[in-house]
């Protein structure tokens, strides 16, 4: 028993070595990753440090909430250099510093700095972002998919930019999803309420029936004979869940028209794109080179299909695929 109970120890005692081992050397491949580009490392130390200081002061105030949102927010900096290092993909420089930036504008500004109650249109501006960024990693997925060698078909440029959209409004879905979980189970507001002045419902018909009863010119709202002192009505969330849906589909369009017409051969939006597709490590080639090599190879080969399998050409002597190469011989 004694010296089961030694390897097991050794067993244990090796497999923490191993994973200690991994995690020091993952630690220095994103610390490698982060310095490879010093544009993108400087933006990352300026935010990092911003947001240290935005600890600490929120700290001496007592907010520990907010301390909670900046740790939370140093954690998300980190994640797109991990997310290279472990997936091995490379992130175009413009994506990654305005990934930083959403992180920056979202958690600091947003939450901690209530930009989203103080500066109009700021969580408009941020969800439709989100939805551009989004189309363009969910096009990024679908293109390293089409491209690689363990996949037996070819996707056309239209249902790429489909399922970029698609991708896109999913995680836009899925965030509302998350706010309306808040807000249910935790007694928050991330789903913010909007004062309105007039209402239409079938709950307040009398008779009962499924015909909406419309109220104009609300001009004020009262719960158990307390005044709210807003002057109107206060919807709970839906129209902010629903702007937010919609900003984030008129970005998710914006990208996938971008990506269609680059991927038609447009020179203007290629140059667009390749600032936001998401490459797997080790592809040189340029957006530009390697559509215009699909562009050649699909025309070769509606080429070669028609001269084999149009039987007017043939009669007519047009010769056919290897016929060259039969002549020679």
Known sequence: MSRKDDNSKEAKLQRKTERKQKRNEMNEAVNTHLKSDKKVYLVYIILRALIVICMVRQFIRGSY??????????????????????????????????LLFFIYSAEILGEVNNYYTAVPM??????????????????????ILNRSNKVIFELSPLYICIVAF???MTIGAVWEVFEFSMDWFFGLDMQKDTIVHSISSVAINPTGAQV???INGITSTMVNGQDLGINGYLDIGIIDTMKDLI??????????????LALKGGERE???LEKFIVRPVGVKKSLKDGIAEKQAADK???????QVCDPEAKQE???????AEVEKK
């Open 65 to 98: 909430e907010n301390v909670a949102l900046c740790v939370l927010s140093l954690i998300l900096l980190i994640v797109p250099s991990i997310m290279q290092v472990r997936l091995k993909v490379d992130l175009p420089r413009t994506l990654e510093i305005i």
């Open 166 to 168: 698609c991708f896109s």
């Open 212 to 214: 909406p009863v419309r």
């Open 247 to 260: 900003v984030n589909l008129i970005g998710a369009v914006v990208f996938s028209v971008i990506g269609y």
């Open 317 to 323: 002597g047009t010769p056919g695929p290897g016929s």
């Open 122 to 143: 700021w969580d408009t501006v941020l969800h439709t972002l989100n939805g551009f960024l989004a189309a363009a990693i969910g096009f990024s997925m679908v293109m």
């Open 300 to 306: 070769a080969l509606d080429a070669a299909t028609d």
């Open 270 to 272: 290629v140059r667009v």
